[in-house]
């Protein structure tokens, strides 16, 4: 891959951003951007995260990273959870990438995609926790960008609901599961041997 030499950040406050009709961006301009907020990018495109995740939001997510993390202790695959860049793109060059979230959980098999900054290509598993801050386009945009980058698995978790709904690549398309709630047992294809007690998940 080459080298790219991340440049010195800009201050930028996103609401006074005056981003040009029809522009489209890249992993090299986020490396300059230092908003206040946190954004990603989706297809050259920018959005801005939650503000900061409700205390509900960040249980949830920390129940579910404590279970797969001590479930992959002696197994190759590792897990982040966010903050943690990962980039979609077909050409790895930091100018021609133009998708980087930072998905709350995210699980990598091959660690070939690990690098410094992230991860560059599909996480095996993503799992997004659902806040009030989430757009229906963000959420359609990183639907679409998990399929079509070939995320094997992606779990959409509603804190406040007490649901999980799992979308398992099949041929190259998302195949939903049925709504999963408090009380079940869920388990993930790209984790054989795990399982999810989702009643001790929402607890609280």
Same mark, same amino acid.
Not at 169 to 181: A, C, H, I, K
């Given at each position: 891959m080459?080298?790219?030499?991340?440049?010195?950040?800009?201050?930028? +406050?996103l &609401?006074?951003?005056?981003e040009?009709?029809? !522009?489209?961006?890249?992993?090299? &301009?986020y490396?300059? $951007?230092d908003f206040e907020e946190?954004?990603?990018?989706?297809?050259? =495109?920018i959005? !801005?995260k939650?503000? !900061?995740p %409700? /205390? /509900?939001?960040?249980?949830?997510?920390?129940n579910?990273f %404590?279970?797969?993390?001590?479930?992959?202790?002696?197994?190759?695959?590792?897990?982040?959870?966010?903050?943690?860049?990962? /980039?979609?793109?077909?050409n790895?060059?930091y @100018?021609k990438? +133009?998708?980087?979230?930072q998905?709350?959980?995210?699980v990598?098999? &091959?660690?070939s995609?690990? &690098? +410094?900054?992230?991860?560059?290509?599909?996480?095996?598993?993503?799992?997004?926790?659902l806040?009030p801050?989430?757009s229906r386009?963000?959420?359609q945009n =990183?639907y +679409?960008?998990y399929?079509e980058y070939?995320?094997?698995?992606? $779990?959409?978790?509603?804190?406040?609901?007490?649901?999980?709904?799992?979308y398992?690549?099949? %041929?190259? /398309? *998302?195949?939903p @599961?049925?709504?999963?709630?408090?009380?079940?047992?869920?388990?993930?294809?790209?984790?054989?041997? *795990?399982?999810? %007690?989702l009643? !001790?998940?929402?607890?609280?």
């Amino acid at each position: 891959m080459k080298e790219y030499r991340i440049p010195q950040k800009e201050k930028i +406050d996103l &609401d006074a951003f005056n981003e040009p009709e029809g !522009a489209v961006y890249t992993y090299a &301009d986020y490396l300059k $951007w230092d908003f206040e907020e946190i954004v990603e990018l989706i297809k050259g =495109k920018i959005f !801005a995260k939650a503000a !900061a995740p %409700n /205390r /509900r939001h960040q249980e949830v997510s920390g129940n579910i990273f %404590n279970e797969i993390f001590n479930f992959l202790k002696g197994h190759s695959c590792k897990v982040y959870s966010a903050p943690f860049d990962v /980039r979609f793109s077909k050409n790895p060059e930091y @100018s021609k990438t +133009d998708s980087v979230v930072q998905p709350d959980i995210s699980v990598i098999c &091959d660690l070939s995609k690990l &690098d +410094d900054k992230g991860c560059w290509g599909a996480p095996d598993l993503i799992v997004e926790i659902l806040s009030p801050g989430n757009s229906r386009v963000e959420v359609q945009n =990183k639907y +679409d960008l998990y399929e079509e980058y070939g995320v094997r698995e992606y $779990w959409v978790v509603h804190p406040t609901d007490c649901t999980v709904l799992i979308y398992t690549l099949v %041929n190259g /398309r *998302f195949e939903p @599961s049925r709504l999963f709630t408090s009380g079940d047992q869920i388990k993930s294809i790209v984790l054989p041997g *795990f399982s999810l %007690n989702l009643e !001790a998940i929402f607890e609280g």
